[in-house]
């Protein structure tokens, strides 16, 4: 899913849940616009299903909806976007794989979907299909969605961490299983947090980089295959700007617009020109004009300053826009 300055909306790639929101289940090889609206102010995008909002503040889901992922109080499938209630104080919404987290703009903080692991943070495992409330603190500043765990962080820095901990994905020391929104530290200075499947990536006010969670593909970038259960400092450099994960892999912007990557690289996800996996940041390409990253379980995109898309890695059910695989970002739109 991309967004366009113009406030449109535009989807590609796999459709058999109708993820893309066009209406059917046909795969589409390049971007397509989803509808004629303009008011689109962002985008979240699952494994097959989807959310957007709107400028107004309302919200809007479509795709696979079997454990209530959508919030629309039922498990049918949407095949174009769907109102989420009558709500219009949205302020953001992350899909998980089968879960859902949103913050309202009061600073109040919603779930709802598959709840096996507790990671809606309800403290129990019963699915919900509706949007749920977290507790009745009114403090949140952002959240994060992974596959079978949440974080989220607070107004005054906190970082906090719910649901399956196997692989010590919540940061907390162990690897015991959380059903409620547990603290990560004591620490107040962190600034963004992101999670995959098994792993989890954050960055603090000061610039500096941390992971923690599985390790098997040197995905936390500390130059081996161990596991951490606790935020780990990544390098000692202090101009990290934006972290992303995939599965198994890291992407990461610094505040001069470089690009790094590091982890799986099995089809070129990490856009190095090989399939040779990284143990470290390790920069990709020469180019220092990079606005945003985005990481998918296999592919990635990336924008740079003047408004290009530009994508690499697994091309499988066309996510690149693309004719085949690319080991190096291609551009695929002006």
């Not at 949205?90 to 859902?100: D, S």
């Amino acid at each position: 899913l991309a967004l366009k300055r113009d406030g449109s909306l535009w989807a590609w790639g796999s459709n058999k849940a109708g993820q893309l929101g066009l209406g059917d289940r046909e795969a589409r090889f390049e971007p397509t616009r989803v509808g004629a609206d303009s008011d689109w102010a962002a985008a979240a995008a699952s494994y097959d299903h989807s959310f957007a909002l709107k400028r107004d503040g309302s919200l809007w889901a479509w795709g696979h909806n079997e454990a209530g992922q959508l919030g629309l109080a039922d498990d049918q499938t949407r095949f174009e976007p769907t109102r989420v209630g009558a709500d219009s104080d949205w302020a953001a919404a992350e899909a998980g794989v089968r879960h859902t987290l949103a913050l309202k703009r009061d600073g109040s903080l919603w779930a709802w979907g598959y709840n096996e692991a507790g990671e809606l943070g309800l403290d129990d495992d019963n699915i919900r299909f509706e949007p749920t409330r977290v507790g009745a603190d009114s403090d949140w500043a952002a959240a994060e969605a992974g596959e079978d765990d949440s974080l989220a962080l607070k107004r005054d820095g906190s970082h906090w961490a719910w649901g399956d901990n196997w692989l010590g994905q919540l940061g907390l020391g162990d690897v015991e299983t959380r059903f409620e929104p547990t603290r990560v530290g004591a620490d107040s200075d962190w600034a963004a947090a992101v999670a995959d499947r098994w792993h989890t990536l954050a960055l603090k006010r000061d610039g500096s980089l941390w992971a923690w969670g599985d390790n098997t593909a040197g995905e936390l970038g500390l130059g081996d295959r161990s596991i951490r259960v606790e935020p780990t400092r990544v390098g000692a450099d202090s101009d990290w700007a934006t972290v992303v994960v995939g599965e198994c892999y890291s992407l990461a912007l610094k505040r001069d617009g470089s690009l790094w990557a590091w982890g799986h690289n099995g089809v070129g996800q990490l856009g190095l020109g090989d399939v040779e996996t990284r143990f470290e940041p390790t920069r990709v390409g020469a180019d220092s004009d990079w606005a945003a990253v985005a990481a998918g379980d296999d592919h990635s995109l990336a924008l740079k300053r003047d408004g290009s898309l530009w994508a690499w890695g697994s091309n499988w059910s066309s996510k690149l826009g693309l004719d085949d695989d690319r080991l190096q970002p291609r551009c695929i739109a002006t």
